[in-house]
């Protein structure tokens, strides 16, 4: 299984970046894939989550500003996160679980004031 981020990078306080997931060695359309994100100095923490039927998740810290949608014939999760704050600066890793933990590299997101 291999999961590969892409998408971050810098953005003003108020705008928006797209993140992308890509898998591959996994039957995808099964699978619930998750964004995580570490932001220096914190703990790892759950952003969003969108599972084989499509249902969705959010941390209280980004509901009604981010979205998670999935493509399942690209084998794709994306992250669409709109007024983008400076407290959303962080490297964003997208997950997935099948028998053990998959984590994609990490894509920087920056946003500043």
């Known amino acids: 299984v291999q999961l590969q981020a892409s998408g971050g990078g810098l953005a003003q306080a108020g705008g928006s970046l797209r993140l992308s997931c890509a898998a591959s060695?996994?039957?995808?359309?099964?699978?619930?894939v998750d964004w995580y994100r570490q932001a220096p100095g914190e703990q790892r923490e759950l952003v969003a989550s969108?599972?084989?039927?499509?249902?969705?998740n959010y941390a209280d810290s980004v509901k009604d500003r981010f979205i998670i949608s999935r493509d399942n014939i690209k084998r794709t999760v994306y992250l669409q996160m709109d007024s983008l704050k400076p407290e959303d600066t962080a490297i964003y890793y997208c997950?997935?679980?099948?028998?053990?933990?998959?984590w994609g590299r990490g894509t920087l997101v920056t946003v500043s004031s």
């Open positions: 969108i599972t084989s039927g499509f249902a969705t």
């Open positions: 060695g996994v039957n995808f359309r099964i699978n619930t």
């Open positions: 997950h997935l679980w099948l028998h053990r933990d998959y």
